[in-house]
C-alpha cells in the first residue's frame, strides 16, 4: 500500500466528516503528515486502521447550560465535552470557557490532548471541554451559578476513572472549586482525583498552577542546551499573559533571562528592563484589568494595539496565549530578528505557515503537545497525589515536572532520529512518539 496516498485519503475523509472545523482539520493534519515513516515501519498499525480510530472521538457530549443572570434574566449557554481516546488511561484534559469554543475547537484541542497526555508516559488518556460562556465582566454569583449549571449536566459523565476535567483559558482555580462543589454536592462523594487544579487546601498539587509555564520554559531549556546555550542573557517574548505567560516569565527570569514583552487580546507591553511580575500579576489577577494599565503605571514602558508582539526583537519566543495566534509574518518578523527558539506554551499557537518558516530557517521549534505538557503532567501528579491520600512538597512536585519535561524532549529527539529526521525536528518526534504509544494501546485492547 502507498503509505502517504492512505495519509491523504485518512486526512480527506476526516475533514469530510467534520465538516466546518478548521482548526480540529489543522491539528489532525499536523499529526497525520508526520506518520508515514511510522506506519511503513508498523504495517499492523495500517492494518489495524489505527489512523483512522484515533480521529473518531470515542463519545461527544453537548449540552445547555441555563443560567439566572444578576439582572433575574435567564441565559442559555451549549456546554462540550469531547472524550476523545481512552487507551492510556482515563479521558484528561482541561475545560475552556471562551466565547470563541465551538465543538471544533473542543475537538482540535481534545486531539491534541490524546498525544500530549501519551508523551508524558503518566497514564492518562485525553479528552477536552468548555463552553461559549465568557467569563468576562461577570460577577462573582454569575460565574458560580454557571459552573454549578454546567456541572449539573457534566458530572453524569465524570469520575476519577473515567474522565477527569482541569482547567483551560477562562477556568482557574475559581471556576474549579465551584465545579468540584457542585460535583461532590450531586454525588455526595468527595471523590478528590475527579477535577485537577484544585485549591491546594483540600486536594490541589504544589506547582500545578504554575506547571504549564515553568515545564514549557524547561523545554526551551533542554532545546537550547543541544546547542550549547542557556537563558542566561537572553531576550525572550512571551505572548499571553495569563496564567502560562505569567509562569513562563517567572521561570525565564529566574533562568536568568529578560522577558522583554508579553500581552493581552488587546495589544502589548515592551518594557526592555524586563517585565515586572509583580506589577503585571496585580494588572491582570487582582483587578482583572487590561495590559494597557501595566504601561500607565510603568512610564518606561510602551503599550501598543498595533501590530503584534513578534515584531519585538527576541532570542526565545514563548507564545502562550492562543490557536493560531503566531502566523507566517509574525514567524517571518522573528526569524529576520534572529530568532533562536520557539516553544509552544498554548496549544497550537503557530499556523503551519509559521512552522514551515521556522523549519526553514532552522529555528529550533518546540510544538505545544510536547512544550506545554507539563501542565497536565502535574495534573497526572495531582491525581496521584490525591489515590494515595499523599501531599508532595513544592520542591518534589517541580523536580517530577523538571524530569517529566527532560524526558519528554529526550525522546521527541530519540524518535525523530529513528524514524528518519533530524533529532531537531520535534513535530516529527513528538506526533510520531505519542502516536505510537496510543497505537500499541489500541491494538492490545481490540476493536473497541
Ligand atoms: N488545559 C491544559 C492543557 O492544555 C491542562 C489539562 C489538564 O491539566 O488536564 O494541557
Same mark, same amino acid.
Given at each position: ?21 478548521p482548526?480540529?482539520h ?38 445547555r447550560?441555563?443560567?439566572?443572570? =444578576?439582572?433575574? &434574566? ?8 469531547v ?7 482515563? $479521558? ?5 470557557f471562551h ?7 473542543v475537538?482540535f484541542?481534545?486531539f491534541e ?20 460562556? =465568557? ?32 482547567? =483551560?483559558?477562562?477556568?482557574?482555580? !475559581?471556576?474549579?472549586?465551584y465545579?468540584?462543589?457542585? $460535583?461532590?454536592?450531586?454525588t ?5 482525583g475527579?477535577?485537577?487544579?484544585k485549591?491546594?487546601?483540600?486536594g ?9 509555564g ?12 543541544? &546547542? ?13 499573559s ?9 521561570k525565564? !527570569? ?7 514583552a ?5 495589544g502589548?507591553?515592551?518594557d ?8 503585571l500579576?496585580?494588572v491582570?489577577?487582582?483587578r482583572?484589568?487590561?495590559?494597557s ?5 510603568k512610564?518606561?514602558a510602551?503599550?501598543?494595539? !498595533? ?21 507566517g509574518? =509574525? ?13 509552544e ?13 521556522f523549519?526553514?530557517?532552522?529555528v529550533l521549534?518546540g510544538?505545544?503537545?510536547?512544550a ?20 508532595w ?16 524532549h529526550a525522546?521527541? &529527539? ?35
Amino acid at each position: 500500500m502507498n503509505v502517504s496516498a492512505h495519509i491523504e485519503a485518512v486526512y480527506a475523509e476526516v475533514c469530510r466528516r467534520n465538516a466546518g472545523e478548521p482548526e480540529f482539520h489543522q491539528a489532525v493534519g499536523e499529526v497525520l503528515h508526520s506518520l508515514a515513516p511510522a506506519l511503513h515501519a508498523h504495517p499492523e498499525y495500517l492494518e489495524a486502521r489505527i489512523a483512522e480510530r484515533v480521529c473518531e472521538p470515542e463519545r461527544q457530549v453537548i449540552f445547555r447550560v441555563p443560567w439566572v443572570d =444578576d439582572q433575574g &434574566r435567564p441565559q442559555v449557554n451549549r456546554g462540550f465535552r469531547v472524550e476523545f481516546s481512552s487507551a492510556l488511561g482515563p $479521558y484528561k484534559g482541561g475545560l475552556r470557557f471562551h466565547p470563541s469554543v465551538n465543538l471544533g475547537i473542543v475537538k482540535f484541542l481534545g486531539f491534541e490532548q490524546i498525544f500530549k497526555n501519551a508523551l508524558t508516559g503518566l497514564a492518562i488518556g485525553g479528552g477536552k471541554g468548555g463552553s461559549d460562556f =465568557d467569563p468576562k465582566g461577570r460577577s462573582e454569583g454569575e460565574i458560580m451559578r454557571f459552573c454549578q449549571s454546567f456541572m449539573t449536566e457534566l458530572y453524569r459523565h465524570l469520575g476519577e476513572h473515567t474522565d477527569v476535567p482541569a482547567g =483551560d483559558i477562562g477556568v482557574g482555580g !475559581r471556576e474549579i472549586g465551584y465545579l468540584f462543589g457542585q $460535583y461532590k454536592r450531586i454525588t455526595n462523594r468527595f471523590e478528590a482525583g475527579v477535577l485537577t487544579g484544585k485549591g491546594i487546601g483540600w486536594g490541589g498539587s504544589q506547582a500545578r498552577t504554575e506547571a504549564t509555564g515553568y515545564g514549557a520554559v524547561f523545554f526551551a531549556k533542554e532545546m537550547l542546551a543541544t &546547542r550549547g546555550e542557556g537563558f542566561e542573557g537572553r531576550k525572550v517574548v512571551v505572548s499571553g499573559s495569563g496564567n502560562v505567560a505569567v509562569y513562563a516569565i517567572e521561570k525565564v !527570569r529566574a533562568l536568568g533571562g529578560t522577558v522583554v514583552a508579553c500581552s493581552d487580546s488587546s495589544g502589548y507591553v515592551v518594557d526592555e528592563d524586563g517585565i515586572d511580575l509583580e506589577l503585571l500579576k496585580g494588572v491582570k489577577e487582582v483587578r482583572r484589568g487590561r495590559l494597557s494599565s501595566y504601561a500607565e503605571a510603568k512610564p518606561k514602558a510602551r503599550y501598543s494595539e !498595533r501590530g503584534s508582539v513578534f515584531e519585538v526583537p527576541c532570542d526565545v519566543a514563548l507564545p502562550c496565549a492562543t490557536q493560531n495566534e503566531l502566523a507566517g509574518q =509574525d514567524a517571518g518578523a522573528l526569524v529576520k530578528n534572529g530568532v533562536v527558539a520557539v516553544a509552544e506554551g498554548a496549544n497550537m499557537p503557530c499556523t503551519p505557515e509559521a512552522i514551515e518558516t521556522f523549519r526553514e530557517a532552522g529555528v529550533l521549534f518546540g510544538p505545544g503537545k510536547a512544550a506545554n505538557a507539563g501542565g497536565v503532567a502535574t495534573s497526572a501528579l495531582e491525581m496521584q497525589q490525591n489515590a494515595s491520600r499523599d501531599v508532595w512538597t513544592f520542591a518534589q512536585t517541580e523536580a517530577r515536572l523538571a524530569s517529566v519535561m527532560q524526558s519528554v524532549h529526550a525522546e521527541c &529527539r530519540a524518535t525523530a532520529e529513528t524514524y528518519g529526521g533530524s533529532a531537531d525536528d520535534y513535530v516529527l518526534g513528538a506526533n510520531i512518539e505519542g502516536f505510537l504509544r496510543v497505537a500499541e494501546a489500541m491494538t492490545a485492547q481490540g476493536v473497541v
